[in-house]
């Protein structure tokens, strides 16, 4: 298995992977994996702890707390919690919500919630990947539910829905750590080959727990 967290003194720690590095080849290789957690992500973590050492009123917020109330923030570390603690909040999403599917799709509530929204799976695929492609720069693309209906959104950098007090179903980096090693600037191949790792148990139970929040 990937690494464990560490740092258990600081308020917000490094989730460990629940599969190995090379468990989403050959879609997303293991190096670009080891990488993406045990350097990027943790370096998300590392920056957002210290950002928040001085300031005893952050760390005992979640990210969502942190995220959506930026403005109350002191100003000397508002950008670092905006940046770090999105990049941590993403990322955290990000892991739990792949598992090599080989082409699977989603089913139930889930996929009818697709359906009404976009008019079928793989028009709702090809709007995902153009928003993706279509991401000037580093960024993500995310699904979440507003007023019940599934949205599409890009974001620049770290930006998450949690600034705006939403939680993302799921979502996909495309930031170029995230696909560089294997498809170089091919951002396009990579969003296409990413839909064979989505796990969509996980993603239909995201579903059901924030449509029940």
């Given amino acids: 298995m ?4 560490k740092d258990q003194k600081y308020p917000f720690k490094l989730p460990a992977l629940e599969y ?6 050959p879609v997303i290789d293991a190096k670009t994996m080891e990488l993406h957690h045990d350097k990027h992500h943790k370096a998300y973590v590392d920056k957002l702890n210290e950002a928040v050492e001085k300031h005893k009123d952050l760390q005992s917020k979640t990210l969502a707390e942190l ?6 923030a002191p100003e000397d570390v ?6 770090n603690g999105g990049g941590h909040a993403n990322h955290s999403m990000f892991w739990t919500t792949m598992k090599l599917n080989e ?3 989603p089913s139930g509530s889930l996929a009818s ?8 799976f793989d028009d709702f695929k090809t709007k995902f990947n153009d928003a993706g492609v279509k991401q000037f720069g580093s960024g993500w693309v ?10 599409i959104e890009s974001a620049p950098n770290q930006d998450t829905p949690l600034q705006k007090g939403i939680e993302p179903i799921f979502g996909n980096d495309v930031w170029e750590h995230a696909y560089y090693l294997k498809y170089n600037n ?6 296409k080959a990413w839909w064979d790792v989505v796990d969509w148990v996980a993603v239909a139970a995201r579903y059901e727990k924030l449509r029940g929040a």
Avoid at 113 to 120: E, K, L, T, V
């Fill in 2 to 5: 990937a690494n464990e967290a």
């Fill in 20 to 25: 190995d590095f090379d468990a989403l080849e």
């Fill in 67 to 72: 995220l959506g109330n930026l403005d109350s």
């Fill in 78 to 83: 508002r950008s670092a919690v905006r940046n």
């Fill in 103 to 105: 082409g699977g799709k």
């Fill in 113 to 120: 919630a697709i359906d009404s929204a976009f008019g079928s």
């Fill in 142 to 151: 995310f699904v979440y539910s507003d007023g019940g209906s599934l949205k």
């Fill in 186 to 191: 091919r951002r396009p191949d990579y969003l």
